[in-house]
């Protein structure tokens, strides 16, 4: 049995945060192919954290052009294996490619999966002549990765999505798909089963959408999408409607500004797409199919919705800006049986594991030119370290700079107390290599760390802090060492310098009261303040701290009890609107009042009414 899952997980990220970690995430979705898409990483935000997962193997497509704003779409393939050597698990595939356009990454080192070449230049019907610059466009969106399991090749998509009224994306949707099609078409010819799986952004029919308006289905997108299906004499299986031909209120993606999951209102644009012959051998083709022979189930995974009937879920609260834990789409399965193991093979050149963001770059040059942290170790009648200590203050995996045991009192403070002269701060490294090798025992193993005096009233030590040469040409993003998984968990330093002062402080005779001037403007008249009156201050400061945050909330809470009674009432439920403004157009900048409640059918009663209201109001040129 093969399961495959494709999630639009609205950012890698958050997902895997949510989740706790990238293992549980794929672990929650129990399948042995995952694809994921819209996981808003580039290339330079790749790491093991969001890529790496024991027991996966991942192949993954960033974007390579920004279009003026950050990170977004990318997709990415786990597959679920027990070994990516000498493996005949189907899930792990035989070979990988980035993009479909057969231009892209690993295309230009390794065989493009199915020899597919496009003529350049080429023309398109209703598209003119399309050139290399054109195709390099569409791969350079991270919207495409393809694996082939030896049995079928599997898309992963993340489909464009657009305005009606932009013709330049249009034009761009219009290319994405009719190239897509020619690489389905030439690799069906050549007897390979295809499943394409994913977030296309196109709702094939009314069914698909909640309150479809009057012409939906004549769209142009639409109507390509159904051309390509099987009742339409096209060779695909759309898995989900094949099986639930009558089913409504099936929906994978709803709109997280207007609350929609709350009351099903929604629309199905994520799909498993399927095409080729079973393994049978018959000359039938009718019902001899790999949809007839070998899919078992096919499903929309509901219990991945961020909102819904039970009490431990969410709900959308109302307004813009009011987010829900969670993609805003839901997850679709196709679990296929029957399906035989292949012969062993390895994992190709192009997974995850061998990009240089994961596996580690060649240090450049200038690496060898700059300039490098060393330790400041100090001589001298100062502070005595154990050799474990000393182990523990050196440069660790993470660059922690470990403080030293509040145990032992520094003798560099006993050594004031008595009268004694602070040591200097300014020393530099003396044979530290040697000071390590040879324990505290010699001349030069008794070092000490800096300690600095101010206004002769404060002392703090300095953090030992190191960075080997080696150590520091680790990238911190990338997967962890094995070390990490034995380290303590980790402690601010600053606390921990400070901790050890006060611990030490408390044994130095005539220094358990601080001075501090309480009035600046009478600097002669300084008095001493305890301990004790610093904490009664504290406590009466953070006293009234608490009565003026007490205060900010109820004025707060009055002054929103104040704009509900000025806001207008919904025509339908006659509650309180909410305010928006238009964001373009001619009307830009002018305000307008909605219904609160979550957009929903329009034959609920309780979901938004569509009332909607201008503000009449107009002043400095701008609607308020």
């Not at 599997?154 to 009606?164: H, Q, T």
């Not at 474990?388 to 009192?409: H, V």
Request: glycine share 8%.
């Amino acid at each position: 049995m093969v399961k495959i899952v494709t999630y639009n997980v609205n950012g890698l990220r958050p997902r895997v945060a949510q989740h706790g970690s990238l293992r549980r995430l794929l672990d929650s979705l129990d399948a042995d192919i995952i694809c994921f898409q819209e996981t808003k990483l580039s290339r330079q935000d790749l790491s093991g954290d969001v890529i790496m997962a024991e027991g996966y193997e991942a192949f993954i497509s960033c974007n390579r052009t920004s279009r003026g704003r950050g990170a977004y779409s990318g997709v990415a393939t786990f597959c679920r294996v027990t070994s990516a050597f000498s493996s005949q698990e189907v899930a792990l595939p035989v070979a990988a490619e980035e993009g479909f356009a057969g231009l892209q990454g690993s295309a230009k080192d390794s065989e493009t999966i199915g020899d597919f070449v496009l003529q350049m230049p080429m023309e398109e019907e209703g598209l003119g002549e399309i050139t290399r610059e054109e195709l390099l466009r569409l791969d350079n969106e991270g919207r495409c990765v393809i694996t082939d399991h030896g049995h079928f090749v599997l898309f992963n998509l993340y489909g464009p999505a657009i305005g009606e009224d932009d013709e330049e994306r249009v034009h761009f949707k219009l290319l994405f798909y009719k190239i897509l099609q020619k690489r389905w078409e030439y690799l069906l010819a050549l007897g390979k089963r295809v499943f394409i799986v994913g977030d296309l952004n196109i709702a094939p029919g009314s069914i698909d959408r909640c309150d479809a308006p009057p012409g939906f289905e004549k769209q142009m997108f639409r109507e390509w999408l159904r051309s390509m299906l099987r009742e339409n004499d096209g060779p695909f299986f759309d898995a989900f409607r094949s099986k639930h031909p009558e089913r409504t209120g099936a929906y994978t993606c709803f709109n997280q500004k207007v609350g929609a999951e709350e009351y099903n209102y929604g629309s199905r644009i994520d799909h498993i797409l399927i095409s080729g012959s079973c393994f049978h051998h018959c000359n039938s083709v009718d019902n001899h199919s790999i949809f007839h022979c070998h899919v078992e189930d096919c499903e929309i995974m509901n219990h991945f919705k961020r909102s819904g009937d039970t009490e431990n879920i969410s709900k959308w609260k109302g307004g813009r800006s009011s987010k829900l834990e969670g993609s805003d789409h839901i997850p679709v399965y196709i679990i296929l049986n029957g399906i035989p193991e292949l012969p062993a093979h390895n994992i190709p050149s192009s997974a995850a594991r061998y990009l240089p963001e994961i596996r580690g770059r060649q240090q450049s040059i200038v690496s060898f030119l700059s300039k490098g942290k060393i330790c400041e170790v100090e001589d001298g009648p100062g502070l005595n370290m154990s050799q474990d200590q000393a182990n523990e203050s050196w440069c660790t995996d993470d660059l922690e700079s470990k403080s030293i045991s509040k145990e032992e009192s520094p003798t560099g403070i006993t050594e004031f107390s008595k009268g004694g002269d602070l040591p200097s701060s300014t020393s530099k490294r003396r044979n530290l290599d040697h000071w390590i090798n040879e324990g505290p025992s010699g001349n030069s193993q008794n070092s000490n760390a800096t300690l600095l005096a101010s206004h002769g009233m404060k002392a703090s030590f300095s953090s030992i802090k190191s960075i080997s040469n080696k150590k520091n040409k680790h990238n911190l993003s990338s997967q962890p060492t094995i070390k990490s998984f034995f380290r303590r968990p980790e402690t601010r330093t600053g606390d921990a310098n400070i901790n050890s002062l006060v611990s030490s402080v408390d044994t130095v005779p005539g220094m358990d009261e601080l001075c501090y001037p309480k009035d600046d403007s009478l600097p002669e008249n300084i008095q001493c303040t305890t301990a004790a009156e610093v904490d009664q201050d504290s406590s009466i400061s953070c006293s009234l701290s608490t009565d003026n945050c007490n205060v900010a909330t109820l004025e707060w809470q009055r002054i929103q009890q104040r704009m509900k009674m000025t806001l207008p009432l919904c025509k339908g439920h006659r509650e309180p609107c909410i305010p928006r403004s238009v964001k373009k157009g001619s009307n830009i900048g002018r305000q307008f009042y909605v219904c609160g409640r979550a957009q929903g059918p329009s034959s609920n009663p309780e979901a938004n009414c569509n009332h909607f209201q201008w503000t009449s109001v107009k002043s400095k040129g701008k609607w308020q």
